[in-house]
């Protein structure tokens, strides 16, 4: 723009579009609000959706547990290579609960609550990308990892050691995902 040029956005404002301007608008609008529209991720499932529901929108979940006392546990998740995954009880009636997401620091936090088993575990968080020995003799243990997202930020790893029998978790914590590891 040179200098003599002056823009000015209330010109623009006023200005009226061209024919053709306003074509790919009354087409591109509609399908942008559709596209964004489609963003819209399952946490945002209102409590007391039917099941059968969120299920033709989100597909089947990856796992689903039977609770003591009637309803479920299930889990959708993004594992092995993936991130994200995301759970929900369910009740007796079939209607979802709040929707929230699993892989998370402050959810891992559960495992520092109670006994959990493997199975506990795997309803809770869905499975693991990778369950394998570690450590030598003694010091033998096995252990579930996750990929996660710490932080919403960084690639990382949850290893949860389940004991050297692989039967209740002992301890866990996170690092990075290998993956996304410069190698020089």
Same mark, same amino acid.
Request: net charge positive; with cysteine.
């Given at each position: 723009m040179?200098?003599?040029?002056?823009f000015?956005?209330?010109?623009l404002w006023r $200005?009226?579009? /061209?024919p %053709?301007f306003?074509?790919?608008?009354? !087409?591109?609008l509609?399908?942008?609000?559709?596209l964004l529209?489609?963003? @819209?991720? !399952?946490?945002?499932? $209102?409590?007391g959706?039917?099941?059968s529901?969120?299920e033709q929108?989100?597909g089947?979940?990856?796992i689903?547990?039977? %609770?003591?006392?009637g309803g479920s546990?299930?889990?959708?998740?993004?594992q092995? /290579?993936?991130?994200?995954?995301w759970? @929900? &009880? !369910? &009740?007796a009636?079939?209607? !979802?609960?709040?929707?929230e997401s699993?892989?998370?620091?402050?959810?891992?936090?559960?495992?520092?609550?109670?006994?959990?088993?493997?199975?506990r575990v795997r309803c *809770?968080f869905?499975?693991?990308y990778?369950?394998g020995p570690?450590?030598?003799? &003694?010091?033998?243990?096995?252990?579930?990892?996750?990929?996660y997202?710490q932080?919403?930020?960084?690639? /990382?790893?949850?290893?949860?050691?389940? +004991?050297? &029998?692989?039967d209740?978790?002992t301890h866990?914590? /996170? +690092?990075p995902? *290998?993956?996304y590891?410069?190698? *020089?």
């Open positions: 040179s200098a003599t040029q002056h000015s956005l209330s010109a $200005a009226r579009p /061209s %053709r306003a074509r790919v608008t009354r !087409i591109a509609p399908a942008c609000v559709a529209a489609g963003c @819209a991720n !399952i946490t945002s499932v $209102a409590p959706t039917p099941l529901q969120v929108t989100y089947q979940p990856t689903s547990c039977n %609770r003591p006392g546990r299930v889990v959708w998740s993004q092995p /290579s993936g991130s994200f995954a759970g @929900a &009880d !369910i &009740d009636q079939g209607r !979802i609960g709040r929707v699993v892989l998370t620091d402050q959810h891992f936090n559960l495992l520092s609550q109670g006994t959990w088993t493997p199975e *809770e869905g499975p693991p990778l369950i570690i450590g030598l003799g &003694d010091k033998r243990e096995v252990v579930w990892s996750y990929r997202m932080n919403v930020r960084w690639h /990382s790893v949850m290893s949860i050691y389940m +004991g050297p &029998d692989g209740r978790v866990f914590h /996170s +690092g995902d *290998e993956r590891q410069r190698s *020089e």
